[in-house]
């Protein structure tokens, strides 16, 4: 028998990931599982290098640093309100990588995570980061497509051939 005792809900708080919460916050009220929601602050920069931190303007760390805090608090809160052991983790890195690593540390597992469907041009560019948490983790995913996405591609796709 799987014994699933808790899961890793990361979020970047758009409507993909929020569809995915509720996958994940359903999983863990029926399963009894302790839920952990975790925000992967990417903090931009001039330039656009990932590895140019010193490039960044600090004065705006703080409060984005904030914002993220209370929206995860708030989606942690609303998650208590409903009977699940949900607990926020807030970190800031690289998305993917800081998933895997707090997957590991935090030894859960499964991980619900919401995916954006890229395809074409901008797949290639931005990379998938729910592939790359596949590759990583040491733990099953279960990534949940909006179902907005699947209408309005299949939409675009009908545009396109009348």
Not at 30 to 45: D, G, P, Q, T
Not at 127 to 156: F, Q
């Amino acid at each position: 028998m799987i014994d699933i005792k808790s899961i890793l809900a990361p979020s970047d708080f758009s409507t993909h990931a929020e569809h995915a919460l509720k996958y994940a916050g359903e999983l863990a009220k029926n399963l009894k599982a302790k839920m952990y929601v975790l925000h992967v602050a990417e903090y931009s920069n001039v330039g656009g290098d990932p590895d140019a931190t010193e490039l960044l303007i600090p004065n705006y760390i703080p409060e984005l640093e904030k914002r993220g805090k209370d929206q995860l608090d708030q989606i942690t809160r609303r998650l208590r309100e409903v009977g699940v052991d949900a607990h926020s983790v807030f970190v800031a890195g690289r998305a993917y990588q800081d998933i895997a690593r707090m997957a590991k540390e935090l030894n859960v597992d499964l991980i619900v995570l919401g995916t954006h469907g890229r395809t074409g041009f901008s797949h290639l560019f931005f990379g998938s980061t729910a592939e790359k948490v596949v590759r990583l983790c040491p733990c099953p995913v279960l990534t949940v497509k909006h179902p907005d996405y699947a209408s309005e591609k299949e939409s675009k796709s009908n545009d396109a051939t009348a």
